[in-house]
């Protein structure tokens, strides 16, 4: 039952080390021994190796302590050098980096991984969890010139004569111009809104409809103003839309066109370009595309948006009195006059006399008169739906 074990220590150990080179593990370390045959002269000795410090080595030189330790507890010494060499494929946890491998001084390490997806319409980035990301480019397109239909230069593009003719316009006449990240950009009309009805029973504007239509790449205006809006005319404003390569848009400042009240006296050169329209039928002559919005009454026109009033007639005829007739929603019609080429009232201390007749129809009849610095008279009798005509006529 009981073992005897005759060894009796006699000797220390002998310890022997040599300088080890080993590759780095995946984990860029690496064990090694520098143990190079350490023995002990006692037969049947049993020896203890201890390495300080202990593996595992980090990448580069570790200079090791090898204690070799006998069943006497003698022991002996020894030095040498652990080299873990770089070079071995890992991973540094980081998407972000690719083709990692242990490299000295900065352990795992990768190149950067390249993201770009060769899709301008998508924002590339990395994540090191998760790696690369691609979101949509919504960057919308820079609009650097907006549309216009000046050309000339002036400020209030027209439409004349107004004879129910269209003028028809290409995107290329608006020198609308945009810049986009991406490129690939298009340009299209998007809407139109009249400052006055489509079809406004028993006045000028030709009981006609679609005046103001759009297609993506075409624009077209009818020539015509509602007649008894007088002496405001007819404007008609327009938006387009610029749309990149990758589906952004953006839509442009509004740009006008405008048509003059005033059939026998056309917009003076000054105002701005004219663009000639050709006379064109009531009914039948129509455009293509979406139709635009339309006022409800006469609107904000020509004479106030595209300059002051006075410019709805040209300079020569500063001196015409301007009548201007408002249809009352509870029945009749209001005449409002004023010369505003000599100042108001004019004549000095006239006083007015106001006519009527219809359409054409040759005698006038007499409505009334109002005194001295009354420039405003109610037609009460004026039936709607029919076309008249009036006449003020100053007494002095
Ligand atoms: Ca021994
Ligand atoms: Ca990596
Ligand atoms: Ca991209
Ligand atoms: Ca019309």
Known sequence: MFGFDPFVDHNPPQARCANVTVPAASSCTANASINDGSSDPDAGDRLTLTQSPAGPYPLGDTVVTLTVTDRGCQSSSCTATVTVTPGTPCDDGNACTVSDTCQLGTGCTGAPRNCDDANCCTVDSCEPSSGCAHVPNTEPPTIVDQPDLEGGGGSCPGLWPPQHGYVDFTVADTGIEAQAVCGGLTYSFSSCASSQAEDQSGTADGGSARDCVYEPEALHLRAERDGTCSPKGRTYTMTMIATDACGNSTTSAPFTACVWHDKQHGPGSSTGRIYSASPGSNGN?????????????????????????????????????????????????????????????????????????????????????????????????????????WSVNALY
Do not use: F, M
Not at 329 to 342: A, E, Q
Not at 354 to 383: M, N
């Open 285 to 389: 002559d129509t455009r293509a595309g979406t139709n635009g919005t339309y006022g409800t009454a006469c609107g904000d026109g020509c004479g106030l948006i595209c300059g002051e009033p006075g410019q709805v007639h040209d300079s020569s005829d500063d001196d015409r009195p301007i009548l201007l007739l408002t249809v009352l929603s509870g029945g009749g019609v209001r005449l409002d006059w004023s010369t505003p080429g000599l100042g108001d009232p004019y004549p000095p201390n006239a006083s007015y006399e106001i006519w009527r007749r219809a359409r054409g129809s040759g005698a006038y009849t007499k409505l009334g008169e109002v005194p001295h610095g009354v420039t405003t008279y109610v037609d009460a009798e004026a039936v709607d739906g029919r076309d008249y005509e």
